[in-house]
C-alpha cells in the first residue's frame, strides 16, 4: 500500500503510548484500553473523545497490523525525506541503496516509496485503496456464573446491542436493488495526488471517503451506514476451570466491520458467584469441615463433599490441631494444564452457649490437662 501523508507527520506509537519497540500484544493492550475509555459509546456527546478515539483507532490500523507497520517504520526512519540521501540541496542526485534495491532517478517520492512497498505510487494507483476496509470495533461484555458452573465449564448466550451489518441492505448502505457508481472526483482510484515540488503525498478523496465510489440512493434502512445498531443473542463456550475476573476472547464477534472489513473481537469478562460450601485455590477446591475438640483430640472419620456429588472419607489421626490441611488428589478443578486437588481444613467449633452439665464437664476435664506452656511469650 501506498504511505500516507500523515505517517511523516504523526507519531503513532506516542499516541497508543507504547515504545517504538513494543511487541505487538502490548499495542493491542494499550488500543484496546485507550478504545474502551474513549469509545462514543461511553462519552455520549463529547467531540474531544470521539476525535480522540479517531486517532487512536487510525494509529492502530497502522502499528497493529505487522505488514504496515513494517512499512510505517521504514517511512519514518527516513526522517524529514530532506537532502539526506537524495542527493544533497539540488535533489537532482539518484538514490541508489544498492544492489537489488530501488532507484530513484527523479523528483517524484510515490515512485521511491512504491519501489519500497510494491508499488501504489502516484502512477497507476490502485483502485479504492483510501480508507479501504475498516476492521469492527472490539467489544466487552459481562457474564456472571454459578461457582460450580464456572469449574465444570458450560455453553450459554450473551445478550448484547451493537452494530451489525444493515438488515437491509445486508451491509452494502444502498437501498436494495442499486449499487454504488464510481467517484468522478478521484476517477475510482479513492485517493487524490497533493503536489509539493518535488515529492507527491496521496491522501484519500474528500468525495468518497478514499472508497473510489459513491452511495447515489443510500439505504433507507440505514441511510447509507451500511451497519445498523441492534440486540443480538451471542452464544458462548465457557471452558472448565474459568477463574472469576478472566477475559475470553471471542473472535469476529465484535461490532461489525466497514466497507467490506473485518469484525471485531468480543471481550466477555467472567464474574463467578461465591458457593456456600466450596472456595478455590488457583486449580484446587477448598472447603472447611467444622469439628469438635473431642473430635480433634481423639481421632475421627469424616465425610466430606465434593463437587462431583461423590463425598470422601477422610480418616482424621487422634490430637490433630485446628486449622490442619488435608489433601485430596484429583478433586479440584480440570484444565488443560491438569486437574488440582480438593483441601479441606478441619476447624474446632467452640460452643458459645454451654449449659451446666457441659460448663461441669468440661471443667472437670480442664483439671486433668496440663496448662499449656506459654514461657516462650516472654510475659
Not at 480442664?366 to 516462650?376: F, G, K, N, Q, Y
Request: proline content about 7%; aromatic content about 6%; some cysteine.
Amino acid at each position: 500500500m501506498a504511505p500516507q501523508r500523515e505517517w511523516f507527520e504523526k507519531d503513532y506509537y506516542k499516541v497508543l503510548g507504547v515504545s517504538e519497540k513494543a511487541p505487538a500484544k502490548d499495542i493491542t493492550r494499550a488500543y484496546r484500553k485507550l478504545a474502551r475509555e474513549l469509545h462514543p459509546d461511553a462519552n455520549p456527546g463529547d467531540a474531544s473523545s470521539e476525535e480522540k478515539f479517531k486517532e487512536v483507532s487510525a494509529a492502530y490500523d497502522v502499528v497493529g497490523d505487522e505488514t504496515k507497520r513494517k512499512e510505517y517504520d521504514e517511512v519514518r526512519a527516513m526522517g524529514p525525506m530532506g537532502a539526506a540521501g537524495f542527493g544533497g540541496p539540488g535533489g537532482g542526485a539518484g538514490f541508489r541503496p544498492g544492489p537489488g534495491g530501488f532507484n530513484f532517478e527523479g523528483g517524484d517520492i510515490s515512485d521511491l516509496l512504491g519501489g519500497m512497498f510494491g508499488g501504489g505510487g502516484r502512477r497507476g494507483g490502485r483502485p479504492g485503496r483510501g480508507t479501504g476496509p475498516q476492521r469492527g470495533a472490539d467489544l466487552e461484555a459481562s457474564l456472571h456464573l454459578p461457582f460450580r458452573e464456572a469449574v465444570a465449564g458450560v455453553e450459554t448466550s450473551l445478550h448484547i446491542t451493537s452494530d451489525m451489518p444493515c438488515s437491509t441492505c445486508h451491509g452494502s448502505g444502498s437501498r436494495p436493488g442499486t449499487s454504488r457508481t464510481t467517484c468522478g472526483n478521484c476517477q475510482g482510484r479513492g485517493v487524490l495526488d497533493d503536489n509539493q515540488g518535488m515529492f507527491s503525498f496521496s491522501q484519500p478523496c474528500g468525495a468518497c471517503g478514499g472508497e473510489g465510489s459513491i452511495i447515489t440512493d443510500p439505504c433507507p434502512g440505514c441511510r447509507g451506514r451500511g451497519i445498523e445498531r441492534r440486540a443480538r443473542e451471542v452464544r458462548v463456550r465457557i471452558p472448565a476451570g474459568v477463574a472469576d475476573g478472566q477475559r475470553i476472547r471471542l473472535a469476529g464477534r465484535g461490532g461489525a466491520g466497514r466497507n467490506g472489513g473485518p469484525a471485531g473481537d468480543l471481550h466477555v469478562l467472567v464474574h463467578v458467584d461465591a458457593d456456600a460450601l466450596f472456595g478455590r485455590d488457583g486449580r484446587n477446591i477448598t472447603i472447611t469441615v467444622p469439628v469438635t475438640f473431642s473430635e480433634l483430640a481423639l481421632g475421627v472419620k469424616l465425610t466430606v463433599p465434593t463437587l462431583e456429588d461423590k463425598p470422601v472419607t477422610l480418616k482424621i489421626p487422634a490430637g490433630t490441631p485446628s486449622n490442619k490441611v488435608f489433601r485430596v488428589k484429583g478433586r479440584g478443578v480440570a484444565t488443560k494444564k491438569g486437574t488440582g486437588d480438593l483441601l479441606v481444613t478441619v476447624q474446632v467449633v467452640v460452643p458459645t452457649d454451654l449449659s451446666k452439665e457441659q460448663r461441669s464437664a468440661i471443667e472437670a476435664l480442664a483439671d486433668t490437662l496440663p496448662a499449656a506452656s506459654r514461657e516462650h511469650l516472654g510475659v
